[in-house]
């Protein structure tokens, strides 16, 4: 495998980036240390220089532009200064917030024999100290050195060979680094992983399908919980009060042929609650038992406080692939309210302790059965956003049915293990929206359409706006309060990552990845 290093002269001196301050990101919102800019995963920005009275004046300041013909999916960070991005495959560069400007890159290309369903994607770094962290798609978890993106450590997570391979950011916490993994179509057994920071040594593993005696592997026929897959492959949450990982488990393998693997097969498509010290599962829910449509539950879980019928609850907030949307009690996983927010024709509604009421006849058919959503969901990984200063939830969503269809189920290591697959509906297009919800109902309190299908994630800011982008290249800002439309910017490329924003020499910035490249925006007089 080849790795070389690019670098750039006059680096500025990095800062570290230890624990307290991932702790207390909220209090430095002119950087975004994490995935999702804190533990909490709100996606929300402190950040007030740009406004809804002034977001007309937004124009470019300049862009990177990546090497590859593969499209950006990663959130960059950004610390004192310095932007780390992601780029496919696990390339990491880092860049100068003020020009754009290369200060080192760390470039790694693929062995062959590297597996995997849907591009070399890669969703971003994780930073702890003096070091970034990047998992890579051959199934690496790699530390760096902040300062020159040297080699620290390289760690063999699995086999890439059998479909294993890494495409969320790693989480850090305290000295550990956790990481999911992806491969859920070559019927993998999934698992979240923890690392020590300083040597790459794994701390703990969390298997997401059990082995047999164990709890849930009664949910599993035979021994299909072998090939069960349950794979973990967006970055979750963490609540240090509670010492929580709240991560959450795609669908269950084979994708759409159920037959093979009767019972509600668990822990697929739930939301895990870990012992952040040892990966002991703590609570868990599940969303969709004995899912037979892909609906992972791998979106990003919020956590933020919500009134439940007239209750203060310490909550998760969830928007699901199945086009349901939850409210849990985050210290002991308890259903406390739900409702669908998009186009769903699989369930009545979810009885009191949340589990859905499924309409029969609604599973593949070997003669395709028409349901909604697809395959892709009511939202997918792209990731929603809270804004304490709305008190609203703002999720990407997306309308579009198929026809699912059963297939034969027989795993072979290394190949796809489907059991079916999909047909669009004749002459329909997809539908796309931004919708705002109440995060104690999900009721929903205004929405934006989109061009087509939403894939890109939100951001939500102190100046009231909401930013997004669409599949058509437009990166625009909204309303935060009424979804109405402020200003927006044609990159060119289509848009399918999460926005951020952060301060340049004090001055805000919001960034967005479009098609291969970095975009930086700031106001202009």
Not at 392 to 400: A, G, I, K, T
């Amino acid at each position: 495998m080849k790795r070389f290093l690019i670098f750039a002269i006059a680096l500025p001196l990095a800062a570290q980036v230890p624990f307290d301050r991932l702790r207390q990101a909220d209090s430095e919102p002119g950087n975004w240390l994490m995935y999702s800019g804190n533990y909490s995963s709100q996606r929300y920005s402190a950040l007030d220089q740009i406004t809804a009275e002034n977001a007309g004046g937004l124009r470019p300041v300049w862009t990177y532009q990546v090497r590859t013909t593969e499209r950006i999916e990663a959130s960059p960070l950004v610390a004192d200064g310095v932007m780390y991005v992601s780029e496919p495959g696990g390339s990491v560069t880092a860049l100068d917030v003020v020009t754009g400007r290369v200060l080192w890159k760390y470039r790694r290309e693929m062995p062959r024999g590297v597996r995997g369903c849907c591009g070399e994607v890669n969703r971003g770094v994780a930073l702890l100290n003096d070091m970034v962290y990047v998992g890579t798609f051959d199934a690496h978890l790699v530390a760096l050195d902040m300062k020159s993106g040297i080699v620290r450590w390289d760690a063999v997570v699995a086999d890439p060979k059998l479909g294993h391979s890494i495409t969320a950011a790693p989480l850090a916490i305290r000295d550990k680094i956790v990481v999911g993994i992806a491969g859920g179509e070559y019927g993998i057994r999934g698992f979240v992983d923890a690392y020590d920071a300083k040597t790459g040594r794994r701390a703990w593993r969390f298997w997401t399908v059990p082995a047999a005696g164990e709890p849930g592997s009664e949910t599993w026929k035979g021994d299909s919980a072998k090939t069960g897959a349950a794979t973990t492959w967006v970055t979750g949450s963490y609540d240090p009060e509670l010492n929580l990982v709240l991560w959450g488990t795609g669908n269950p393998g084979p994708d759409w042929n159920g037959d093979v693997r009767a019972g509600d097969n668990l822990y697929s498509d739930c939301l895990l609650a870990l012992d952040a010290d040892t990966g002991k599962l703590k609570w868990y829910f599940q969303f969709t038992p004995h899912d037979t449509h892909d609906w992972d539950s791998t979106e990003v879980p919020v956590l933020a406080d919500a009134v439940v019928r007239g209750e203060k609850h310490k909550a998760v907030l969830f928007g699901n692939r199945n086009a349901f949307y939850y409210v849990l009690d985050r210290t002991t996983g308890k259903f406390l309210a739900g409702r669908d927010y998009a186009k769903q024709t699989w369930a009545k509604g979810l009885d009191d302790s949340g589990r859905p009421i499924v309409i029969p006849n609604t599973a593949p058919t070997t003669e395709g059965n028409k349901v909604y959503p697809d395959v892709g969901g009511g939202t997918n990984w792209f990731s929603p956003s809270y804004s304490p200063a709305t008190n609203l939830f703002y999720v990407p969503v997306r309308e579009v049915g198929g026809i699912f269809l059963k297939g034969d189920a027989e795993y072979k290591p290394g190949a796809q293990f489907n059991g079916g697959g999909l047909r669009p509906i004749d002459g329909e297009e997809s539908k796309g929206f931004i919708r705002a919800l109440n995060p104690g109902t999900g009721e929903m309190k205004w929405e934006f359409q989109l061009a087509s299908e939403a894939q890109a994630g939100v951001l939500t800011t102190a100046g009231n706006l909401l930013f997004a982008g669409s599949n058509e290249g437009d990166f625009f800002a909204l309303d935060a309060q009424t979804g109405r439309p402020l200003w927006h910017y044609q990159t060119g490329a289509g848009i399918f990552a999460n926005p951020i924003s952060y301060l340049s020499n004090g001055k805000q910035q919001v960034a967005i990845a479009a098609g291969n490249s970095i975009f930086a925006f700031a106001l202009q007089p």
